[in-house]
């Protein structure tokens, strides 16, 4: 079985870890006739194209700077900011294999079978996150009378922008794609026309308080698929600071990826492989690795300059309220 981490120490850069995992993949793929393993390659390689062909990113994001101009037009007394990043290798990694396991775990809990190879793979290819761009909105403390009012006026526009955002950014070369969240309703501030796009987290909470407004896109000119989050700065802080923050969920996800439940070993070839993968990426030790312009003292000291472990950015806008508009003149 091939693995990540099997590239990790020889020094290597980014691209060139994953060429050769690519080419090692899409041999077992070529052996094994495997929908999975297929799925696989196409994923290793469409991270590969993003790392070495990124000149479509400028173009993307000029395109949604457009709306970032509409908005600070439109809303010139509210904060905002756009943030872009590309989602780490080890964590695309961790996500493919973590979508094998989760998806056949609760296939088998349900039918005490596994699902077709068909159904698997339909659901490892549907990465919609690789590239995801976030807009945060703030109404300043100074330009309200209370805490009540900044939150009630930041709900109103947060559903305002979201139910705007879909026909605006359809006439800049993105195709909205329809994603719901199964098992839920969203808010009725949501426009019936636009409620099909969008997972509204902010109405339906994660069981741990996570809230934002979730659209993914289709980029028509570069051929990729985005993802945007719109939410609230009290929404942000408490994703990345409070009780739902990315270090808290990344450990959940880890410890659902790292139960067998009653799956018996050596049963189905997918969950093993990927659940085998995952503990691997789970137990890596980062102080250990050699990978160029990546080091970390241990797993928390860390200097990630090449997107392995903690991502991109790419795409800084921010809108300071009246105090930064010299972009819509």
Do not use: W
Not at 89 to 100: C, D, L, M
Not at 230 to 253: C, F, V, W
């Amino acid at each position: 079985m091939i693995t990540l981490n099997d590239y990790l120490y020889n020094g290597d850069t980014v691209p060139k870890l994953l060429h050769k995992f690519y080419v090692d993949m899409r041999n077992v793929a070529m052996e094994s006739d495997s929908l999975i393993d297929k799925a696989h390659c196409k994923l290793i390689m469409q991270q590969i194209d993003i790392l070495e062909h990124n000149d479509f990113l400028s173009s993307q994001s000029q395109r949604l700077r457009e709306f970032y101009k509409e908005m600070a037009k439109r809303y010139p007394s509210l904060s905002f900011t756009f943030k872009g990043r590309i989602k780490s290798v080890i964590r695309t990694e961790s996500k493919f294999n973590g979508y094998i396991v989760n998806h056949v775990s609760s296939y088998y809990k349900k039918n005490n079978s596994f699902p077709a190879e068909e159904e698997l793979e339909q659901r490892v290819t549907s990465f919609r996150d690789i590239i995801a761009y976030r807009i945060i909105i703030s109404m300043p403390r100074s330009h309200v009378d209370s805490v009540r009012d900044k939150e009630e006026m930041e709900m109103r526009l947060l559903y305002e922008i979201a139910n705007t955002f879909p026909a605006f950014i359809s006439n800049h070369g993105f195709t909205v794609l329809e994603s719901e969240l199964e098992g839920s309703e969203p808010s009725k501030l949501l426009n019936e026309d636009v409620r099909k796009y969008y997972k509204d987290y902010v109405q339906n909470p994660s069981q741990y308080g996570y809230k934002s407004l979730h659209v993914s896109l289709y980029d028509n000119l570069t051929k990729c698929c985005i993802e945007v989050q719109i939410r609230t700065k009290s929404m942000d802080d408490y994703s990345e600071i409070g009780p739902a923050n990315h270090l808290g969920y990344e450990k959940r996800q880890e410890h659902e990826r790292a139960t067998r439940n009653k799956i018996p070993k050596g049963v189905c070839r997918y969950f093993d492989e990927a659940y085998e993968r995952g503990v691997l990426l789970q137990g890596l030790d980062l102080s250990k690795i050699d990978v160029d312009m990546f080091g970390a003292i241990d797993n928390s000291l860390i200097n990630d300059c090449c997107g392995l472990y903690r991502g991109r950015l790419i795409l800084p806008y921010e809108h300071l309220s009246r105090f930064q508009n010299d972009l819509v003149d």
